[in-house]
Each structure stands twice: as structure tokens, then as C-alpha cells.
């Protein structure tokens, strides 16, 4: 019952802002390609979703590769980081300061570099992913407790020990905050490069071709289909979280 009692709120506020949307499109006549109703997106999501799910695939594959790169390279860069304290003051200023890189800065440069392929779309996604996941999982694996610390090398652990019996296990929790960050950190930087060319057969291509051509409709069931992707994205990472790290969720009620 805990679960329903979370989402229940949620659910609410959803169901509530479907209601106003609509009331407000209705009450002030608004036209359909400057802001269509709930039900008639819902009603061209029908007719268009053939189409809609294969550019969502096609997406989502990108995306879900850059996700992969930029995550597990942050994860190895951290760990190499972790053991190099030197290294890490290097490359730490970089990854703060690539957060406030615009991506609509860099995507028609990744076209230049990698083609208008999915290559490109990959690169901006790896970009994003990764310093989240590398600042996440390195201040995890520096913020180790100093008492267990000195207890493992009092014992003459080694170093690989104390990465994997420590640190590692005291990193999961930061590990996974950055992992559901970057699920949707991976989706917009997929979609948004996607503006700047790509297949027909490709979200950002379909939404910004019907938007030129007033199609809102269309344009709003394809962005309702992303949404629906990353927030599965996020929630299939949240129950991989849930399963290799059980006592983060214990911590979490506890703390509610």
C-alpha cells in the first residue's frame, strides 16, 4: 500500500493538469497548431503510432549506446581517478565546467565530426552521461569513511581490496543517482542533436519536420512518446537500483 499512497499525489496532479489544459483550450477557443487538447493528441497518438513507435526505437537506441558509453566510461575514469588523487584534481574542473556547455552549441559540431548519422547523436548523449556519472561515482569513492579506512589497511588490505570490500559498496548509492540523472540527460541529448539532422526514421527529425509544417498534433504525440521513454528508462534503472542496492531503499523509508 506504501507504494500506491506515493504515486497516488502524483497521479492526482497529472490527472488534474490534463483538466486544466483542457478546460483552457476549450474556455479560450484555442486553436489546434497553437496548442492542441489532451484528447485530440491522444486521438492522432492512435492513427500515428506505427510510425511514432519506430522512430521512438530508433531514438531510444541511441540514446540507450550513448547512456552506455558515457556512464561506464565516467565509472572507469572515476575509479582511475580514486586511485590517483593527482589525476582526479586534473580532470575534476573540466567536468564541472562541461556542465554548462549548451548542447545546442555542440550538436552541429558532432555532425561534423561523427556525420549525420547516429554516430553524432551517440557522441552528444556519451558527452552528457558522462561527467554526471564520473563526479558521482568518484565523490562516492573518495567519501569513504576515515575509520574504515585505517581499519582495512590495519589489516594490510590492498589496495584492490580496499576498492572493492570499501569503496565501491560505499559509491552504489551516488553510482545510481547519477545513472537515473543520465537516463534522461541521454534521451534529450539523442532528441535535440537529432534538430540538427538525422533520418526520418528518428523523434527529433519527425517532431521538428511536423512543427515547420504546423502539424502541432503530430509534433505533441511524438513529444508524449518521449516522455513516456525516458520516464521508463528512468524507472527500469530505478528497479535495477532497488535490486543491487537493497539498503539504499531501506534507507530512503527510513528517512521518510
Not at 575509479?79 to 589525476?87: E, G, I, N, Y
Not at 549548451?102 to 550538436?107: E, W
Not at 505533441?220 to 531503499?249: D, K, N
Request: proline share 6%; with cysteine.
Amino acid at each position: 500500500m506504501r507504494p500506491a499512497r506515493e504515486y497516488l499525489p502524483v497521479l492526482g496532479v497529472f490527472a488534474l493538469g490534463l483538466l486544466l489544459w483542457e478546460g483552457v483550450v476549450f474556455a479560450f477557443s484555442i486553436e489546434f497548431y497553437l496548442l492542441p487538447a489532451p484528447h485530440v493528441i491522444a486521438a492522432t497518438l492512435r492513427q500515428t503510432y506505427p510510425v511514432l513507435l519506430e522512430s521512438a526505437l530508433y531514438t531510444f537506441g541511441e540514446a540507450l549506446a550513448g547512456y552506455a558509453l558515457g556512464c561506464g566510461g565516467g565509472v572507469l575514469v572515476a575509479a582511475l581517478a580514486s586511485r590517483f588523487p593527482a589525476f582526479a584534481g586534473v580532470v575534476l574542473p573540466y567536468a564541472i565546467a562541461s556542465a554548462s556547455v549548451p548542447i545546442v552549441a555542440l550538436a552541429p559540431l558532432a555532425i561534423v565530426w561523427f556525420g549525420i548519422g547516429p554516430g553524432s547523436k551517440i557522441a552528444i548523449a556519451t558527452l552528457m552521461t558522462f561527467f554526471p556519472t564520473f563526479v558521482g561515482t568518484l565523490r562516492g569513492l573518495l567519501g569513504v569513511d576515515a575509520r574504515s579506512l585505517e581499519l582495512m589497511r590495519s589489516i594490510a588490505a590492498t589496495e584492490w581490496q580496499v576498492f572493492w570490500k570499501l569503496r565501491l559498496p560505499h559509491s552504489l548509492p551516488h553510482m545510481f543517482t547519477a545513472f537515473r540523472a543520465c537516463t534522461t540527460l541521454a534521451m534529450i541529448g539523442a532528441v535535440v542533436s537529432e534538430f540538427f539532422g538525422g533520418p526520418m526514421k528518428s523523434l527529433g527529425v519527425y517532431i521538428k519536420s511536423t512543427a515547420s509544417l504546423f502539424q502541432t498534433r503530430q509534433s505533441w504525440s511524438a513529444i508524449l512518446v518521449a516522455c513516456v521513454l525516458g520516464l521508463t528508462f528512468y524507472l527500469a534503472v530505478t528497479l535495477v537500483e532497488r535490486l543491487v542496492v537493497p539498503w539504499r531503499v531501506g534507507e530512503d523509508r527510513a528517512g521518510a
